[in-house]
Nanobody, 120 residues
Framework: QVQLVESGGGLVQAGGSLRLSCVASGRILSINVMAWYRQAPGKQRELVAAITSSGSTNYAGSVKGRFTISRDSAKRTVYLQANSLKPEDTAVYYC??????????????WGQGTQVTISS
């Protein structure tokens, strides 16, 4: 079983910054893609940013140029540096990871989410 634990959320004024972290633990053989999603009240969960094991990244258009995703594979950790935050960035942010566990079974896991609130 693979667990993901996020941290770093909070209340920030518009224009401010936050750094989210997500650590994966459990019987992990390898992690392919690590990603951040978010879900605002009354809206569907959406992809914010993703990063592959080789370092390729993908961003939602609404955060491109403001958010940066990175990972430390040795620490099984993914980060999201969020700058120039806007009230519309307010959401619960979820970490997602997919890969293979120690018995070579594919897994796809979610964290419990961390609240990010941006005040205007």
């Amino acid at each position: 079983q693979v667990q993901l634990v996020e941290s770093g959320g909070g209340l920030v004024q518009a224009g401010g910054s936050l750094r989210l972290s997500c650590v994966a633990s459990g019987r992990i053989l390898s992690i392919n893609v690590m990603a951040w999603y978010r879900q605002a009240p009354g809206k569907q969960r959406e992809l914010v940013a993703a990063i592959t094991s080789s370092g390729s990244t993908n961003y939602a258009g609404s955060v491109k140029g403001r958010f940066t995703i990175s990972r430390d594979s040795a620490k099984r950790t993914v980060y999201l540096q969020a700058n120039s935050l806007k009230p519309e960035d307010t959401a619960v942010y979820y970490c997602n990871a997919d890969g293979y566990d120690s018995i070579r079974q594919r897994f796809a896991s979610w964290g419990q989410g961390t609240q990010v609130t941006i005040s205007s």
